[in-house]
């Protein structure tokens, strides 16, 4: 039998575009898939430590943060991977990022 697998690319830092794939990694990942999440441009901001997403307040109050669904990817082994081109065109590096971001290119 096949695993089960999700990979997401995430290009974007508005609110939808950041808890979307948060949301389906770790509902994905509670039901056993190998998950890996692509971030690149925008996307880059959801693997820096501290976020620079505005969140409105209707979600605010409904919703976990942004670093709580984050943190609970993180515990069920999703993967968070870093675009190395958009790093550098971003002038970025890896230190800008979460110690579980790894780099990769789009190949």
Do not use: N, W
């Amino acid at each position: 039998m096949s695993r089960k697998r999700l990979a997401l690319l995430i290009t974007g830092a508005s609110p939808e575009a950041a808890y979307a794939p948060l949301m389906m990694a770790a509902t994905a990942a509670a039901m056993e898939y190998e998950c890996k999440l692509f971030h690149a441009f925008g996307g880059l901001e959801l693997l820096r430590p501290q976020p620079r997403i505005e969140i409105p307040d209707a979600m605010a109050d409904t919703m976990p943060t942004l670093l709580e669904l984050r943190q609970i990817c993180v515990d069920q082994g999703v993967e968070f991977i870093a675009c190395s081109a958009s790093l550098a065109m971003l002038g970025l590096g890896q230190a800008d990022l979460i110690p579980q971001a790894r780099l990769a290119g789009m190949a």
